[in-house]
């Protein structure tokens, strides 16, 4: 009987072990750095990030992106996973395309708008050939923060909305097909059938591609820095800051820890607020 009872946890095992040296440590050695000091605990390590004037406009820049690219894609990861369920002429070929943004390093995706976005570059060209600008637009410029989030936003919605996409698709080739047959033959048209039909048997699919892609929108950095640099400040770029440039360990892990709780907390709300129907399950 005892053998029965531990042979779960026998099985578990590694995995718990795994785990705990990938994240459990790391978790634990960044919030004693964050709270130690010369003397033992302190929050001088927090007083100093506070005090730092990049600190505010990373939380807000961070949490600004999250809230315009994270819904973006969401919209725009259904449409198309409800256009492949369509079957349309070449709907590999729509697959496979709309997926080519995964294969590309955000740092490469960020160097690639830099190219599009810069004083000299491919937009501003345009806007100049076509007589809509005599110089062209400081997109990056570090007075125009509008158009700097602009770029970013872009170029974020360009590189990971595959992403979601990939996940949505998957939640939509589980649905079986005779729940919308069953809608179209009471009389539902599309927009009823998308919000009491799909929506609501795609929970599962969206609360993992939400949880997944706000963690990723928190973590944004290469992008960024590729097209701003340090002009459109993000919270993971502050933690590169302190760790790599100032060499502050300490103040690192407490910009880290907010990423942490940040995440914690948006993980919750999805898994509140977006929940799989009982007659569903």
């Given amino acids: ?7 779960p946890w026998i099985l578990l095992l590694p995995s718990i072990v795994l785990m705990s040296a990938l994240f459990g440590w790391p978790l634990v050695h960044a919030v ?11 929050l001088a390590n927090w007083d100093r990030l506070f005090d730092d004037p990049y600190v505010l406009p990373a939380l807000r820049n961070t949490l600004l992106l999250i809230a315009i690219v994270v819904p973006v894609q969401l919209v725009l990861a259904v449409a198309m996973a409800l256009l492949m369920q369509a079957r349309p002429r070449f709907a590999g070929g729509h697959f496979y395309l709309w997926c080519l943004p995964l294969a590309i390093s955000e740092l490469a995706a960020g160097l690639v708008w830099l190219s ?20 062209g637009v400081q997109w990056l410029g570090y007075r125009n923060a509008g158009t700097m989030l602009l770029a970013v936003v872009v170029a974020e919605i360009w590189r990971a909305t595959s992403l979601v996409f990939v996940i949505v698709v998957a939640g939509v080739q589980m649905i079986p097909r005779d729940y919308d047959e069953a809608a179209q033959v009471f009389g539902a048209n599309l927009w009823q059938r998308l919000r009491h039909v799909t929506l609501p ?19 944004a950095f290469a992008v960024a820095q590729a097209l701003t640099g340090r002009d459109f400040p993000l919270l993971v770029g502050e933690t590169y ?3 790599a440039n100032l060499q502050n360990p300490a103040v690192a892990s407490a910009v880290s820890l ?13 898994l509140r607020a977006v929940r799989q129907p009982e007659q569903a399950r």
Avoid: K
């Avoid at 004693?32 to 605990?41: H, I, K, Q, S, Y």
């Fill in 32 to 42: 004693l750095e964050a709270f130690r000091g010369g003397d033992g605990f302190t």
């Fill in 116 to 135: 599009i976005f810069d004083n000299r570059g491919y937009l501003n060209s345009l806007l100049v050939g076509i007589g809509l600008s005599d110089d």
């Fill in 201 to 219: 048997l795609l929970g599962p699919s969206l609360q993992v591609a939400l949880i997944l892609r706000t963690i990723l929108a928190l973590q």
């Fill in 258 to 270: 907010i990423v942490l709780a940040i995440s914690l907390a948006t993980a919750v709300f999805y």
């Fill in 241 to 243: 800051e302190w760790y």
């Fill in 1 to 7: 009987m005892m053998s029965r009872l531990r042979s």
